[in-house]
């Protein structure tokens, strides 16, 4: 198996074991103080800070990685919102860098982290929208809200783009470098090659 990510030794260690235990971890650069929230319950320190657990309230849907332009999105959510959310629904988060990392806890009822977590997503908040759910248990209706954040992953395949590099951007990057000068006028060489004749 070839491992295309940086896994450390201590997280390979847990991985490559009989038994383990995954830890989702999500960090959302929120308006007024970024957002670190884990899968587990209670808090994980890491990273020099505190990262607070949502338990079973949460949910995280990571795309499955392919080599498509077409962009993916991540969704998170979170359910029996506390009252104060209601308060951040309007902020304006749109743009706003967010990740999702995933890791090993070195037990069931630890909050250790056994090595770095990974990096599984990197993108951007997209889209915030407040459901509701209702659900019928046992003959009882009850009604739960529910918070639902798209994390997108960049512009479409069908956006605009184009990349440059210079003989100046070369030597702005790596002073004293002259290889890019080289590269000068190659688009005007290219234009008029002609192929030799036979």
Request: hydrophobic residues 40%.
């Amino acid at each position: 198996m070839e491992l295309i990510r940086g896994i450390g030794a201590a997280m390979l260690a847990r991985l490559s074991g009989r038994l383990f235990h995954p830890v989702v971890l999500v960090e959302l650069d929120w308006p007024g103080g970024m957002q670190r929230l884990h899968t587990g319950v209670g808090i994980i320190d890491w990273d020099d800070a505190a990262w607070d657990g949502v338990g079973q309230l949460g949910s995280v849907s990571v795309p499955e990685e392919s080599p498509s332009l077409v962009p993916s999105s991540a969704l998170l959510g979170l359910t029996g919102l506390p009252p104060e959310i209601y308060d951040r629904l309007d902020d304006p988060i749109r743009n706003r860098p967010g990740r999702i990392l995933v890791g090993c806890l070195t037990g069931r009822s630890s909050n250790l982290l056994a090595g770095d977590p990974v990096e599984i997503f990197a993108g951007y908040m997209d889209a915030l929208r407040l459901t509701v759910e209702v659900e019928d248990d046992a003959g009882e209706t009850r009604i739960v809200h529910a918070l639902q954040l798209e994390l997108g992953s960049g512009p479409g395949a069908r956006s605009v783009a184009s990349i440059t590099h210079s003989a100046e951007d070369q030597a702005a990057a790596f002073p004293g470098d002259t290889a890019g000068r080289h590269c000068i006028y190659n688009r005007a060489s290219m234009e008029v090659m002609t192929w030799p004749e036979s």
